[in-house]
């Protein structure tokens, strides 16, 4: 059987705790910003976790499970 692969995807977007918790980026914070509040771009500039309902897709692509 040859090694899991890591999805390149998702080593780029996701990050691991150190209590084992999955970090994750906010969306839409990239480009048209002109349109979008002040208090928004602040809010989606802070990292959030990954849902607790996504995190066993997240750990399949990230070969942790």
């Known amino acids: ?3 899991m692969k890591t999805k ?3 080593k780029k977007r ?3 705790t150190g ?3 999955i970090k994750r980026k906010h969306a839409f914070k990239s480009h048209i910003l ?3 509040a002040t208090k928004r771009k ?3 500039t802070h990292a959030g976790l990954v849902h ?3 995190i066993s897709n ?3 692509q990230l070969c942790m499970k």
């Open 19 to 21: 209590t084992g918790k």
């Open 42 to 44: 602040r809010n989606l």
């Open 52 to 54: 607790g309902a996504d």
């Open 8 to 10: 390149s995807s998702a």
């Open 34 to 36: 002109t349109k979008k």
């Open 14 to 16: 996701f990050t691991i």
């Open 58 to 60: 997240v750990k399949l």
């Open 1 to 3: 059987m040859p090694k």
